[in-house]
Structure formats: C-alpha cells, structure tokens
C-alpha cells in the first residue's frame, strides 16, 4: 500500500490556540487527501478534503494545505476547543478513490 | 443524512467460533463498502473492498478464507470472521460511498470484536 505518515505522534495545546498537524505522504501520484477526526471507541468523520490541483482549503475553524513538492499536508485547526480532542488522521488516494490508505494518526490534547 | 451503521457495536466470542458483523448504509445506496481494521492506537488498515453483486477485493496479506465479505445488496455489507482467535480481537470499522459521488465515504462507527 501507500506509504502516509505523521510528523507528530501526539499534540498538546491550550484551549484557543491555533493546532497545526502535519503528515507526509510517499505517493506522488495521489491527488486526493482527507482528514478525519477519530474519538475514542468511534469511527472516523470526515473533517475536509482537498484535491492535488489545490493548495489551500478552507472550512469552518479549519484549514489544509497541500505542499505537493516536499509531498506534505497539514490540517490547521483555529482556536482550538476541547472538544477538538481527538485522534487526527490524513488519508490519500488516487484519482479512482477506490482505496484511501490512513496515516499513523497525531492524538490532539486541548488543555483547558 | 449519510448514516452508516454496524451490528454489533461489541461482540466477545470464544476462539473457534465465527462472527458476522453488519454494515448498513441507512439512507443511500451504497455500491462499495471498504472494511478496515484497527488495533488500539493504531490507524486504519485497508482490508477490502466490497463492491455490491460482486466479488470482494482483498489488500495484499488479508486472508480470504478468514474474513468473508459479502455485499448483497445496495445497503448491506457483512465481514465474517470465521475460526476466530485471540489474534482476531481488533476494532472493525465499514465504509460506504455513493456511487454518484465517489471521492467520498461515510465511516460506520466501528465494532469491538474480543475473542477469549
């Protein structure tokens, strides 16, 4: 399979600061990315996406971006609440979207 | 809208016996349905693909003959796990995608399968 990575096992910030968690993927190829929001004992939720021909997604209080030279995508979470704490995970796929392969996954903490 | 589900959330079985875990679409119709696997702290493992009125296809290293997948109808995919063992215990997680739009998949909320 694919090869999708993170920097950052784990993430501990204060409530109302920004998070920022990153991930590398290997596939130069892949021209999907997702990230998805996993609590404890639940399945994973879909947070925002973004296509190989974008750089820069916006939704609310989130925000990717796709670094294709170096092969890096980031979620950038804006005033971050506790209930933002969760396991983060980045999945790639290829135009097909007939398999997404799952990153390591960062474990957020929002210290209140 | 978009609701996936799965039966059972939790199911504690002995070694030896078989297990079958359901994942329903509840409100589209749902031509393919991925399972995944994962263990505690891990990500998610690509185990098949099930595409409705057809063959699964299996990743590279999942057994065929130990997780049976069938995918019947536009609703409903369901993982046998037969001859279970302590090695099989793991969170089991179904998605479902629409055919008309393909990018995206909707996560059912997973079941927690410990065989003693």
């Known amino acids: 399979g694919e090869s999708v990575g993170l920097h950052l096992p784990t993430l501990s910030v204060q409530e109302g600061d920004n998070s920022i968690i990153n991930c590398a993927y290997s596939?130069?190829?892949?021209?999907?990315f997702i990230w998805y929001k996993q609590e404890s004992g639940k399945g994973p939720q879909f947070i925002i996406d973004?296509?190989?021909?974008?750089d820069k997604r916006q939704g609310q209080r989130v925000t990717v971006l796709l670094n294709k030279t170096v092969k890096h995508l980031s979620l950038q979470i804006a005033a971050t609440q506790p209930g933002d704490s969760a396991v983060y995970f980045c999945a790639e796929s290829l135009y097909n979207f007939n398999k997404f392969y799952f990153g390591s996954g960062t474990k957020l903490n929002v210290k209140p | 809208g978009a609701v996936v589900s799965q039966h059972p959330s939790r199911v504690i079985c002995k070694s030896g016996t078989s297990v079958k875990i359901e994942c329903r679409s509840l409100d589209f119709q749902a031509t393919t349905m991925f399972w995944y696997r994962q263990f505690p702290k891990k990500s998610l493992m690509l185990m098949a693909t099930?595409?409705?009125?057809?063959?699964?296809?299996?990743e590279q290293g999942v057994e065929k003959d130990k997780f049976l997948i069938n995918h019947a109808s536009l609703t409903l995919s369901t993982l046998t796990v037969t001859s279970a063992h302590p090695e099989d215990s793991s969170f089991y997680i179904c998605?479902?995608?629409?055919?008309?739009?393909?990018?995206?998949?909707?996560f059912g909320p997973g079941t927690r399968l410990l065989v003693l």
């Open positions: 973004i296509r190989s021909n974008m």
């Open positions: 596939n130069s190829a892949s021209d999907y």
């Open positions: 099930s595409n409705e009125g057809s063959k699964a296809t299996y």
């Open positions: 998605s479902a995608r629409e055919g008309a739009k393909q990018e995206t998949q909707y």
